[in-house]
T-cell receptor, first 116, second 114 residues
Framework: NAGVTQTPKFQVLKTGQSMTLQCAQD?????MSWYRQDPGMGLRLIHY???????DQGEVPNGYNVSRSTTEDFPLRLLSAAPSQTSVYFCASSYRAAGGRFREAFFGQGTRLTVV | QKEVEQDPGPLSVPEGAIVSLNCTYS??????FMWYRQYSRKGPELLMY????GNKEDGRFTAQVDKSSKYISLFIRDSQPSDSATYLCAMSLSYGGSQGNLIFGKGTKLSVKP
């Protein structure tokens, strides 16, 4: 049971380049999300998905695209990288909780992205 | 005013001390309150969660929620060097759909000295 797996762990991009951050979970969780973590800013939600084929924007969605074709995968695409997107990116997943039960978010180990 | 406020620290304590970590929030509709622990260069991991008001204890950790004051706390008893990490508070309106999205504090960096 690998949990939430993010690849790559580190990446350096040039301004204007595009790339995809991969996220996969093997827990059959319906809910998946992407956060970025910046010094002094905390974790901020970029995009999230409540199930395959359903995605929505979070607090800071500009410059990022997502899709959810399967339950397991939730890739994050940077369309045209900018230095302001230098950050640590975390993917998280959680299950649908029935009857009001709390839904824990499981986080991946993060992708450290630098845009130069 | 940000929705969730958390003193970033750093907080340095001697081994064995009682640690108190706190967050305040502005949205009275928050119902779920969580504490995550994040070791350096790792992803956050859930430590404690509380639904609505009250206390919850798990070993050396106690989480408290005071909804009337919009204030939550995490207490660590008999702190250990292995507790050295950044502690993030988080909260959500509900557990389902978009209302289950987590709003995080900025985190408090804790260092426990041997």
């Amino acid at each position: 049971n690998a949990g939430v797996t993010q690849t790559p762990k580190f990446q350096v991009l040039k301004t204007g380049q595009s790339m995809t951050l991969q996220c996969a979970q093997d827990m059959n969780h319906e809910y998946m999300s992407w956060y970025r973590q910046d010094p002094g800013m905390g974790l901020r939600l970029i995009h999230y998905s409540v199930g395959a084929g359903i995605t929505d924007q979070g607090e800071v969605p500009n410059g990022y695209n997502v899709s959810r074709s399967t339950t397991e995968d939730f890739p994050l695409r940077l369309l045209s990288a900018a230095p302001s997107q230098t950050s640590v990116y975390f993917c998280a997943s959680s299950y649908r909780a029935a009857g009001g039960r709390f839904r824990e978010a499981f986080f991946g180990q993060g992708t450290r992205l630098t845009v130069v | 005013q940000k929705e969730v406020e958390q003193d970033p620290g750093p907080l340095s304590v001697p081994e064995g001390a009682i640690v108190s970590l706190n967050c305040t929030y502005s949205n009275s509709a928050f119902q779920y309150f969580m504490w995550y622990r994040q070791y350096s260069r790792k992803g956050p991991e859930l430590l404690m969660y509380t639904y609505s008001s009250g206390n919850k204890e798990d070993g050396r950790f106690t989480a408290q929620v005071d909804k009337s004051s919009k204030y939550i706390s995490l207490f660590i008893r008999d702190s250990q060097p292995s507790d050295s990490a950044t502690y993030l508070c988080a909260m959500s309106l509900s557990y389902g759909g978009s209302q289950g999205n987590l709003i995080f504090g900025k985190g408090t960096k804790l260092s426990v000295k041997p």
